[in-house]
């Protein structure tokens, strides 16, 4: 496919999204069933269209005077692929496959500017009611952070230091160019490219299948390391999921101690056995939901690690579907349960035991507010100093941007290139 018909198709994938308020996975999925012509090349190509879209959508939506899919793919042409105008009307002339041409209006908006009294929410392409959010979050610096999750996210992996170490995987990947990351110690990370770039599919890599590493964004990396779980420990992962951060921790621990990897959801929790396997942690004891399945852990971990479900604010970069989806009923509902669930970790912790939360949002409803509602109610609580659990973690001082007013680390593309993440601490009193 030419790129005239890669931007009809994106238009009517987003078309297909919008309509029919289908996640884009399953846009894309089914258009390439539907096109079976279409080689893999051109999937990604008119995936990355239909992301950046999502991506810039207010911004491009605000630039174009309107919000159809096609006005988006067309700012996304022009202004995120540097396509020229005028060679791009020549190829829509010349395909019977590509969109009609572009009108002189939409040429002479989509190579306009922004007027100086934008709205900030547009300028962060975000939705207008979190903008006091971000800007309580990241005070002057909040449109700069929702800029910043408008790019596309690199492809990071955690080497599992169990089979394997970084030098190792670096040969193994050399065909994609990868480097280490910059604060993950086990990180291995290959940028996004531009336009129509491939993520590279490092899952068929011999070293993937033999266990060598993870795919993990460095994020998630980093706050694992940062939960501090030292081999022999006796640890709780109450909300494992598929596992990504229960093998972190697996590695961390040398498989040595104990780690209780639970989840209340069987769905997500079931890729995690063929992933232990693959990845030869065997300190890890997985537990399905059943009534009383935890009920022998109650007050004997020393650390008990939340992966708290939230609203996934942290991940717009590779879901920016979601980002035009959240409601406020639906941060109310995430912000109860990450209340709840906290509650529920603390029964768990012996005393001197470590209560580790975390979130991949940006938002401080999800992530100081809980924290600070959590010790109100629980005085035998207190945070452990963010800077010592950095330096602990990577042998360096905290940068400064990093600490939150509630003891927390907050995580994001703009402070340290990964996804949103929050980090925090609480002792139990002996």
């Not at 793919?73 to 060679?87: M, P």
């Not at 390391?225 to 040398?254: I, N, W, Y």
């Not at 996934?312 to 941060?331: I, S, V």
Request: charged share 25%; hydrophobic share 40%.
């Amino acid at each position: 496919m030419r790129l005239p018909g890669r931007l009809s198709a994106a238009i009517d994938v987003l078309t297909e999204v919008e309509t029919r308020k289908r996640p884009v996975s399953e846009a894309l999925k089914s258009w390439g069933l539907a096109n079976r012509f279409a080689g893999a090349g051109d999937r990604a190509a008119i995936g990355n269209l239909v992301y950046d879209a999502l991506r810039r959508r207010a911004s491009h939506a605000a630039l174009m005077g309107e919000d159809t899919p096609r006005a988006l793919i067309l700012a996304v042409a022009v202004r995120d692929w540097d396509e020229d105008t005028v060679a791009l009307n020549a190829s829509f002339t010349a395909d019977a496959h590509g969109p009609t041409p572009m009108t002189d209006e939409e040429i002479a908006r989509v190579t306009g500017q922004l007027d100086d009294d934008t709205p900030g929410h547009i300028l962060a392409d975000i939705p207008e009611w979190l903008a006091p959010s971000l800007e309580r979050a990241f005070g002057d610096n909040w449109i700069a952070e929702g800029q910043a999750m408008t790019g596309r996210p690199s492809l990071d992996l955690r080497v599992n230091t169990l089979k394997s170490q970084p030098e190792r995987v670096l040969k193994s990947l050399a065909r994609f160019t990868p480097r280490v990351t910059a604060i993950a110690p086990n990180g291995v990370t290959m940028q996004a490219g531009p336009g129509d770039a491939r993520t590279p599919n490092v899952t068929t890599d011999e070293g993937y299948l033999k266990g060598w590493f993870e795919v993990q964004d460095q994020g998630s990396q980093i706050v694992a390391a940062l939960a501090g779980a030292k081999p022999g420990e006796q640890v709780l992962d109450l909300c494992a999921g598929a596992g990504g951060k229960t093998l972190a921790l697996a590695a961390a621990m040398a498989n040595k101690g104990q780690i209780f990897a639970y989840d209340s959801d069987r769905n997500r929790l079931a890729p995690i056995y063929d992933r232990l396997k693959r990845n030869g942690a065997r300190n890890v004891q997985t537990r399905a939901p059943a009534p009383g399945a935890l009920d022998d852990l109650v007050g004997k971990m020393d650390r008990v690690l939340i992966d708290a479900p939230c609203t996934g604010t942290g991940t717009w970069r590779r879901r920016p579907d979601t980002k035009w989806k959240l409601t406020p009923e639906l941060l109310a509902t995430r912000t109860a349960e990450q209340s709840a669930i906290l509650e529920e970790g603390a029964r768990f912790l012996k005393p001197g035991g470590v209560l580790v939360y975390i979130t991949c949002s940006i938002l401080p409803e999800e992530n100081d507010d809980r924290i600070a509602a959590f010790l109100a109610a629980h005085p035998e609580f207190s945070p452990l100093s963010p800077e010592a659990l950095w330096q602990t973690a990577f042998g360096k001082e905290l940068p400064e941007d990093l600490a939150t007013a509630g003891s927390g680390i907050a995580l994001t593309p703009r402070l340290t290139g990964t996804d949103g993440f929050y980090f925090n601490a609480l002792s139990r009193s002996a």
